[in-house]
């Protein structure tokens, strides 16, 4: 699914200051003069069918012959009236153009009146024309930002998330209300479901559940909490225990949330840690850990955007370095997991968190009241019958099974996608070109199949009861599927309104070379909770950031190691700031499946996490981001701020028993 939204986001190209958005062609109407070329029969226009007051799309002409073939050496003058260039001062100026091989490339055009515009093309005697609707830059923000807010203020995700999609299908379809709430329906989430990576998540997910619901039943699930109830006898174990196992399962932020979330709810349960504390741990463990791991299925993609954006500015520099390099300035992901095991040492919580813990503790609720769960517990927490045996090997052979075949997948996989160009690639970029979401299907089968046959060989169930079981895991995940296919199209509303390029238009022209880094990190992460989609983020900014980073330092006459180390501070940057953007974002689907494993309440786990998150990104900010920019070394700020999260523990936490 990261990589659906990827792709749904790589139609922004860039120059250094901008971003340009291709979309689908739209045929312009060919009016052919008298006296036209007949090898020269029509002209063709791509432009979008909407696009944002004062903010540049990318525009596309080709001439083409009476069988619709393009005419490469065609090089008619060509004459535009109606569009403007948008230059990297922010100014415009008049588009004439020349056609070369056949296609002329206009980035940046810019359209400063609302409403329908007519965009004219003439070359020679050929002549095109089209109609593009202009909207205000600031309704692209309103679809994600009014989801958010009635999340918060109505409680009721499922309801929130459609809203937001039908806002924004609103304005997409011209204002007309019907037509957007039945473009929603066929068009948004219809076509969330029909994306491959989609399905596989939902499959991943759906089938998880299934394996936890056999494993649950078969008595695997409280024996490995007996297990661990010798290490984790009080709360304090219990959260440790859980962010341990959150560090362990690095490779995949999708996996790591599902199974950590599942398999420790029930001993957490048991500890009196709130449903709320449970899901903080697995979200702020799952992507922090996966995007600064050596080896996991978010380094290939990294490491492609980041080498994509060295070529964009002629650089050699190696992409793999880079990201290693780069590791000490994920400030905020390395952070965030340092703070969540001083909150789990201390005992110390503030904020919503603390309220959530108190309840928890003295009252013995692990969710408040009226509280609505993603997950049906009842289901997917099913008591193994009476006398059956509590054997913790139920439960750790198909987890184990699941990242072992997650990590041998990755590789044969990746190898198989490299071809010989595997001999000489480092095992990172092997498990980086390795098609992840098809992996982790294999390992969610793999272990619900492993569980089964345990639990029916051993007789503990029988084949109709295990497969029972699994039916109720499934069942038990459904509703948090409904909200990831909403998440999911509130997504494809984002991209179609360009939000993310009016969040960088808004940017435009105001970055100093010493606060690249920090203003990177600020909007990513605002980019991020806007879209609730971390690696669309990275997708955008990168290319665009990254030859800034590049180049302004040099043009300003700065030293070379500086240079060089802004560059590092911004790529680090890009990565923690999507992280943490996704962290406060209700519609990120990481976000989503932490409540989903944990069985919390999605907009308590929210609320809850937020000022944690936000704390975390000031320090970032503060300690990171902001000195980088003067040079100061990524480790040194990631020391200065462990201290200070320290102190802020102690000052600002106290203590629930």
């Not at 995700?157 to 037509?179: E, K, R």
């Amino acid at each position: 699914m990261k990589r659906q939204k990827l792709a749904r986001h790589l139609a922004f190209l860039h120059l250094l200051v901008g971003s340009v958005l291709a979309t689908s062609p739209v045929m312009g109407q060919i009016e052919e003069q008298p006296g036209a070329s007949k090898a020269a029969a029509k002209l063709q226009l791509t432009v979008p069918s909407l696009a944002l007051k004062d903010v540049g799309f990318d525009m596309r002409i080709e001439a083409l012959d009476a069988d619709g073939v393009k005419i490469k050496s065609y090089s008619d003058s060509l004459s535009i009236t109606g569009i403007m260039l948008q230059e990297e001062s922010g100014s415009t100026a008049p588009m004439p153009l020349v056609f070369q091989d056949g296609t002329a490339t206009i980035p940046n055009a810019v359209l400063s009146a609302l409403g329908k515009r007519s965009i004219d093309v003439t070359s020679g005697t050929l002549r095109a024309t089209t109609n593009i609707r202009i909207i205000p830059g600031f309704l692209s923000l309103l679809p994600p930002l009014f989801a958010i807010a009635l999340a918060f203020l109505a409680r009721q995700v499922l309801v929130s998330l459609f809203s937001g999609i039908w806002l924004g299908a609103l304005f997409v379809y011209d204002y007309d209300p019907i037509q957007a709430f039945v473009r929603t329906i066929d068009t948004y989430l219809a076509g969330s479901l029909a994306d491959v990576d989609n399905a596989s998540v939902l499959i991943f997910s759906l089938t998880l559940g299934g394996m936890v619901g056999v494993i649950s039943k078969s008595g695997g699930t409280q024996g490995i909490v007996q297990k661990l109830s010798k290490y984790a006898s009080n709360r304090r174990g219990g959260q440790v225990a859980t962010w341990a196992m959150g560090l362990l399962v690095f490779f995949d932020d999708y996996a790591n949330t599902l199974i950590v979330g599942n398999t420790m709810r029930s001993m957490t349960d048991r500890l009196r840690i709130s449903r709320e504390k449970l899901s903080y741990i697995v979200d702020s463990t799952a992507a922090p850990v996966a995007s600064v791991a050596l080896i996991s299925t978010w380094i290939g993609f990294q490491i492609g955007l980041i080498d994509q954006a060295f070529k964009s500015v002629n650089s050699t520099q190696n992409a793999y370095g880079a990201f290693l390099q780069s590791i000490p300035y994920s400030t905020y992901s390395i952070l965030a997991m340092v703070f969540v095991l001083l909150v789990a040492l201390s005992l110390r919580d503030f904020g919503p968190m603390r309220r959530a813990e108190v309840r928890s503790v003295n009252e013995g609720k692990v969710l408040a009241d009226g509280a609505q769960p993603l997950t049906d517990t009842a289901s997917l927490d099913m008591i193994a019958d009476e006398g059956t045996p509590l054997r913790w090997q139920n439960a750790l052979v198909p987890i184990a099974i699941v990242i072992v075949v997650t990590l041998a997948g990755l590789y044969v996989n990746g190898k198989e996608a490299l071809g010989e160009a595997a001999e000489a690639a480092t095992l990172g970029q092997i498990y980086g070109e390795a098609n992840s979401f098809a992996v982790l299907m294999w390992a969610s089968f793999s272990g619900l199949l492993s569980a089964i046959i345990m639990a029916v060989s051993q007789k503990i169930l029988r084949l109709n009861q295990a497969l029972e079981a699994t039916v109720s895991g499934y069942k038990s995940m459904m509703l948090a599927a409904m909200i990831l296919v909403q998440a999911w199209a509130i997504g494809s509303i984002c991209k179609d309104l360009h939000t993310a390029d009016y969040v960088i238009d808004l940017t435009r022209g105001i970055l100093s070379p010493h606060f690249i880094p920090f203003a990177t990190f600020v909007i990513a992460a605002f980019i991020s909770f806007s879209t609730g989609a971390s690696w669309a983020t990275m997708a955008i900014l990168t290319p665009i950031m990254v030859p800034i980073a590049y180049k302004l330092p040099v043009e300003v006459g700065m030293a070379a190691d500086l240079s060089q180390h802004l560059l590092i501070a911004t790529i680090g940057a890009i990565l923690s700031g999507s992280v943490l953007g996704d962290h406060c974002s209700p519609i990120s689907d990481t976000t989503i499946l932490s409540s989903m494993a944990s069985a919390a309440d999605h907009v308590d786990h929210v609320r809850t996490q937020m000022p944690y998150a936000l704390v975390v990104g000031a320090v970032a900010s503060v300690v990171g981001y902001i000195p980088a920019g003067w040079g100061m070394n990524g480790y040194l700020s990631l020391f200065v701020g462990a201290i200070i999260l320290v102190g802020a523990v102690f000052l600002i936490g106290r203590k629930t028993v």
